[in-house]
């Protein structure tokens, strides 16, 4: 069964602290795997798609990376607008978005 | 704009009380799926869907069901809702199954 187990639970951040989320996955034959960002009350928002180990992608303060069993989400130099529940999910073999049970970020000004 | 939409965005209803949720795409999208989304359990799939007339059943479809008529909209229906469904639903949709979803804005379902 595809697996998902994002670290930490919560992370909270002065501004212009910059640091890393975790995603570790088990899953049979990735086919991709997704970050989300999630505002409250809100539906996910789409940030990445990575395909395969050593794959990087980036969009203004995030950077996100893949290995064959984990993937992080660099946040660098964070604002306060940054704040949200940071989702990690793949899809496998069966073709099913799994996902984890995400990071809350908290920064602070 | 491309988007995934769904309505209502708040629903408060009694147990034993049919009701649908819409949500429909205006993106061409052959896979459209629904989610539940709840404190501590996260994001789970209910139904999905791989093209019109053609769905399955997810992680947890008990009390739901669906169809798929149209390409692009696949409505959610509770026909006995119950308290534990009280969650806040997700609709989602992409070009084809195993590729990047994309969101609408949620519905906040309490069953009373």
């Known amino acids: 069964e595809d697996q998902v187990t994002q670290s930490p639970e919560a992370l909270r951040l002065q501004e212009g602290e910059s640091s890393s989320l975790n995603c570790s996955y088990t899953?049979?034959?990735?086919?991709?795997l997704f970050w989300y960002r999630q505002d409250p009350g809100k539906g996910p928002e789409f940030l990445f798609t990575?395909?395969?180990a050593g794959e990087e992608k980036e969009k203004e303060r995030l950077k996100a990376t893949l290995t064959k069993k984990e993937s992080f989400l660099h946040i660098t130099a964070p604002k306060p607008e940054d704040s949200a529940t940071y989702l990690c999910?793949?899809?496998?073999?069966?073709?099913?978005?799994?996902f984890g049970q995400g990071t809350r970020l908290t920064i602070n000004p | 704009e491309a988007q995934v939409t769904q309505n209502p965005r708040y629903l408060i209803t009694v147990t034993g009380k049919k009701l649908t949720v819409t949500c429909s795409q205006n993106?061409?999208?052959?896979?459209m799926s629904w989610y539940r989304q709840d404190p501590g359990l996260g994001l789970r799939q209910i139904y999905y869907?791989?093209?019109?007339?053609?769905?399955d059943k997810g992680d947890v479809p008990e009390g739901y069901k669906v169809s798929r008529k149209e390409k692009r909209n696949f409505p959610l229906i509770l026909e006995s809702p119950s308290p534990n469904q009280t969650s806040l639903y997700f609709c989602?949709?992409?070009?084809?199954?195993?590729?990047?979803?994309?969101f609408g804005p949620g519905t906040r379902l309490t069953v009373l």
């Open positions: 989602a949709s992409s070009l084809s199954s195993g590729v990047t979803q994309y």
């Open positions: 899953v049979s034959g990735l086919r991709g």
């Open positions: 990575l395909y395969s």
């Open positions: 999910a793949v899809i496998g073999g069966a073709q099913k978005l799994v």
């Open positions: 993106m061409n999208h052959e896979y």
């Open positions: 869907s791989m093209n019109v007339e053609v769905t």
